[in-house]
């Protein structure tokens, strides 16, 4: 083969194996629109001095129905959103010391139930056509990583009188397949997340007036009950077959 044809060849090769690498990492998100959010912000008043603290109880986390850990970040996510807002006094997390039962606060619990479906079946087939191909259909054949989140919001104010809020949101990453990486689930459940929290936040911007500290009295109950329970696993009978050996 000639110098020159061997040289043509190679550049034809190695700007096929870019132009595959480039198209086969790539990825876009997809967000649905949240139901409950607002198109325009939604803007209330309050003075300084009718604003209350908020101490967060308790972050709970199930994905597909599974509890889960979770994770400071989240929690530093939810406080950051709330600051935001600027409808506390001061904030403070899970560790924070809660004040004492004669001030007036809020306390938050949240619930973030998470559901993901990277469509294995459907990514195991296509895998083995790309290497079918020798990796050359890798830019062509779409792949589809789906993310929901339903995120509950309870804030519970000092006279005992409690406020639910929810809010759902759902994205898809669509990806090649070289485009499957943490950095692309990280940044899908991140934007699921923030439309959950926005939507989340709107809705408590709606009763302000709820949270002021002269919306209600300090109720003289020296000693606040709580309900105590413990929670009973549920457990998903598998049939099992054995074969007794002669």
Same mark, same amino acid.
């Given at each position: 083969?000639?110098?020159?044809?061997?040289?043509?060849?190679?550049?034809?090769?190695?700007?096929?194996?870019?132009?595959? +690498?480039?198209?086969?990492?790539?990825?876009?998100?997809?967000?649905?629109?949240?139901?409950?959010?607002?198109?325009?912000?939604?803007?209330?008043?309050?003075?300084?001095?009718?604003?209350?603290?908020?101490?967060?109880?308790?972050?709970?986390?199930?994905?597909?129905?599974?509890?889960?850990?979770?994770?400071?970040?989240?929690?530093?996510?939810?406080?950051?959103?709330?600051?935001?807002?600027?409808?506390?006094?001061?904030?403070?997390?899970?560790?924070?010391?809660?004040?004492?039962?004669?001030?007036?606060?809020?306390? #938050?619990? +949240? +619930?973030?139930?998470?559901?993901?479906?990277?469509?294995?079946?459907?990514? #195991?087939?296509?895998?083995?056509?790309?290497? #079918?191909?020798?990796?050359? +259909?890798?830019?062509?054949?779409?792949?589809?990583?789906?993310?929901?989140?339903?995120?509950?919001?309870?804030?519970?104010?000092?006279?005992?009188?409690?406020?639910?809020?929810?809010?759902?949101?759902?994205?898809?990453?669509?990806?090649?397949?070289?485009?499957?990486?943490?950095?692309?689930?990280?940044?899908?459940?991140?934007?699921?997340?923030?439309?959950?929290?926005?939507?989340?936040?709107?809705?408590?911007?709606?009763?302000?007036?709820?949270?002021?500290?002269?919306? #209600?009295?300090?109720?003289?109950?020296?000693?606040?009950?709580?309900?105590?329970?413990?929670?009973?696993?549920?457990?998903?009978?598998?049939?099992?077959?054995?074969?007794?050996?002669?």
């Amino acid at each position: 083969m000639p110098v020159k044809l061997r040289f043509s060849w190679t550049i034809i090769v190695c700007c096929g194996v870019l132009i595959m +690498l480039t198209t086969g990492c790539g990825h876009r998100i997809e967000l649905q629109a949240t139901a409950d959010s607002s198109p325009k912000p939604i803007v209330r008043e309050i003075a300084r001095d009718e604003q209350v603290p908020l101490v967060i109880d308790s972050v709970d986390t199930t994905r597909n129905g599974s509890p889960q850990n979770s994770s400071l970040e989240t929690e530093h996510r939810v406080l950051g959103t709330l600051r935001g807002v600027g409808l506390f006094s001061r904030l403070g997390d899970m560790n924070s010391p809660e004040p004492p039962a004669s001030e007036k606060f809020i306390r #938050a619990r +949240l +619930l973030f139930d998470e559901a993901i479906d990277s469509h294995s079946g459907d990514v #195991a087939w296509k895998s083995i056509a790309i290497g #079918a191909s020798m990796f050359t +259909l890798a830019p062509f054949i779409p792949l589809e990583y789906d993310y929901s989140a339903h995120v509950t919001l309870e804030l519970e104010r000092w006279d005992g009188r409690v406020k639910h809020y929810e809010s759902r949101s759902a994205g898809t990453a669509h990806y090649k397949m070289f485009g499957a990486t943490p950095l692309m689930i990280d940044e899908l459940k991140g934007h699921v997340t923030e439309s959950c929290l926005m939507a989340l936040m709107e809705q408590v911007v709606r009763d302000t007036a709820f949270y002021t500290a002269s919306s #209600a009295p300090i109720l003289d109950q020296p000693i606040r009950s709580v309900s105590v329970k413990s929670k009973r696993a549920t457990f998903t009978s598998v049939p099992v077959t054995t074969s007794s050996g002669k």
